[in-house]
């Protein structure tokens, strides 16, 4: 299998604007995972899609925050109006419910996003 | 809600020794699972060893191992044989089916050659 792929590896924007992230999990992974990790800290949980359908959001997702996972493959997080507080590495992991080892999440190697 | 603790911020550790990382979590739930994850410098998470709770046996995984005290709630990383790859950050995780993972602070460790 190919590791959990995240695209782009880094990002810099101008406060206000839009960015848009995406995350290739390991083919036949049908769980995907988005996770928030600020300088020094243990990742968060944002949100997470079984196929298609987002199961759960964290409070840390604001409205200005959106995922999709359209055809239960791929999975893009888009920030709207970025703010400073956003700068933070977004990392996506992937599992399954059909392998061994269901329960272990693998990770991809993160977007670091720096708004100006 | 879980909750997990690293309360060693930082350590370190001459290459050959071994070295222990603290873990412990908060849960009422009885059936999860237990992770530790390492994060070398700009690089990726990487998975070093998982456990069951349901299984009393302390998983191993090469030179690392686990000390699993359920009635403790606690979950600590021996790492025997420490090598200079070995430097990283490491993230103790909790998990229950179906759920996310939570996360501990993490705890810088550093082979010292």
């Known amino acids: 299998d190919t590791g959990v792929s995240q695209d782009p590896r880094h990002k810099i924007t101008k406060r206000g604007q839009n960015v848009t992230f995406r995350c290739d999990p390991i083919s036949e992974h049908n769980r995907l995972y988005w996770y928030r990790q600020t300088l020094g800290q243990g990742p968060e949980f944002l949100t997470y899609f079984q196929n298609e359908a987002q199961l759960e959001k964290s409070r840390l997702l604001s409205d200005r925050f959106s995922a999709e996972r359209p055809k239960g493959s791929f999975s893009t997080l888009e920030i709207q109006r970025t703010e400073q507080g956003d700068s933070a590495m977004y990392l996506c992991?992937?599992?399954?419910?059909?392998?061994?080892?269901?329960?272990?999440?693998?990770f991809g190697p993160g977007t670091r996003l720096t708004v100006l | 809600a879980q909750t997990v603790t690293q309360s060693q911020p930082e350590m370190s550790v001459q290459e050959a020794e071994t070295v222990t990382l603290s873990c412990t979590y908060d849960t009422s739930e009885s059936n999860y699972y237990l992770f530790w994850y390492k994060q070398p410098p700009s690089r990726q998470m990487i998975l070093v060893i998982r456990q069951e709770a349901y299984k009393q046996q302390n998983a191993t995984e090469n030179r690392f191992s686990v000390n699993f005290q359920k009635a403790a709630k606690s979950f600590s990383l021996k790492i025997s044989d420490s090598q200079l790859g070995d430097t990283a950050m490491y993230f103790c995780?909790?998990?229950?089916?179906?759920?996310?993972?939570?996360f501990g602070g993490g705890t810088r460790l550093m082979v010292k050659p």
């Open positions: 995780a909790f998990y229950n089916a179906g759920n996310m993972l939570t």
């Open positions: 992991a992937s599992s399954s419910d059909f392998r061994a080892n269901t329960d272990t999440q693998y």
